[in-house]
């Protein structure tokens, strides 16, 4: 499965996620294509206002999934930052 070009929607953890929150996410996936990780924390702060804006809440769960999904053909190295960023999101919020 390659998930740089959009088949990560395809990945069956996602399945029954609303449509309006996937589509969300594949803009999303577009304006962050090539960001380093450490690019991604003020980019996911920026996304999440930007969810929240359009009246779209997504769940613990949820961001779980997607964190899960994005780190597929990540590197260890790449997959660990973005755990100690989605770590400092919580903290955060």
Do not use: Y
């Amino acid at each position: 499965m390659d998930e740089k070009n959009g088949d990560w929607k395809n990945n069956p953890r996602l399945n029954g996620m609303d449509k309006n929150k996937l589509d969300l996410l594949q803009s999303l996936a577009e304006q962050g294509n090539g960001k380093s990780a450490s690019d991604m924390l003020p980019f996911l702060m920026s996304a999440a206002a930007q969810g929240k804006s359009k009246g779209l809440n997504f769940s613990s769960q949820e961001i779980d999934t997607i964190i899960e999904v994005l780190k597929m053909g990540k590197s260890p190295q790449e997959a660990a930052k973005l755990d100690r960023i989605v770590n400092l999101m919580k903290m955060i919020h």
